[in-house]
C-alpha cells in the first residue's frame, strides 16, 4: 500500500503564489513519474505538470511559465511552486504517481485525496 500526502492549498488573491507538497510512503521501491492533475468546477480532470524520475518535466499550456514543479527522490515528495495564479486555476488539485513496490512488479499508478486551491479576491 502507497499512501499520498497533499498539502498546501487554501484561498489565495489573484497574482498570489501557493506551494502544494505531496508526500508518498509506504510499498515503494521507485517513482517514475510524479505528477499533478486538477479539476475544476463542472470540468474533467485534466493534467497541470509532471515530472520524471530524471527531472524532465511537461506542462499545461495554460500554465507554463507560471507554474513549476519538482521532486525530491530522497523524500518521494513533489512540489507544485504556483505564482501569478487566476481565477480559473480554481480547482481540486490531485497528485499522481507511477510506480513500482518491487523491481519485478507492475507499473501501478496511485492518487491523492486531492487539495483545494481557490483563486478569489
Known amino acids: 500500500q502507497v499512501q499520498l500526502v497533499e498539502s498546501g492549498g487554501g484561498l489565495v488573491q489573484p497574482g498570489g503564489s501557493l506551494r502544494l507538497s505531496c508526500a508518498a510512503s509506504?510499498?515503494?521501491?521507485?517513482?517514475?513519474?510524479m505528477g499533478w492533475y486538477r479539476q475544476g468546477p463542472g470540468n474533467k480532470r485534466e493534467l497541470v505538470a509532471a515530472?520524471?524520475?530524471?527531472?524532465?518535466?511537461n506542462y499545461a499550456d495554460s500554465v507554463k511559465g507560471r507554474f513549476t514543479i519538482s521532486r525530491d527522490n530522497a523524500k518521494n515528495t513533489s512540489y507544485l511552486q504556483m505564482n501569478t495564479l487566476k481565477p480559473e486555476d480554481t480547482a481540486v488539485y490531485y497528485c499522481?504517481?507511477?510506480?513500482?513496490?518491487?523491481?519485478?512488479?507492475?507499473?501501478?499508478?496511485?492518487w491523492g485525496q486531492g487539495t483545494q486551491v481557490t483563486v478569489s479576491s
Open positions: 515530472i520524471t524520475s530524471g527531472g524532465s518535466t
Open positions: 509506504g510499498s515503494i521501491f521507485s517513482i517514475y513519474v
Open positions: 499522481r504517481i507511477t510506480y513500482r513496490s518491487d523491481p519485478m512488479g507492475a507499473t501501478i499508478i496511485s
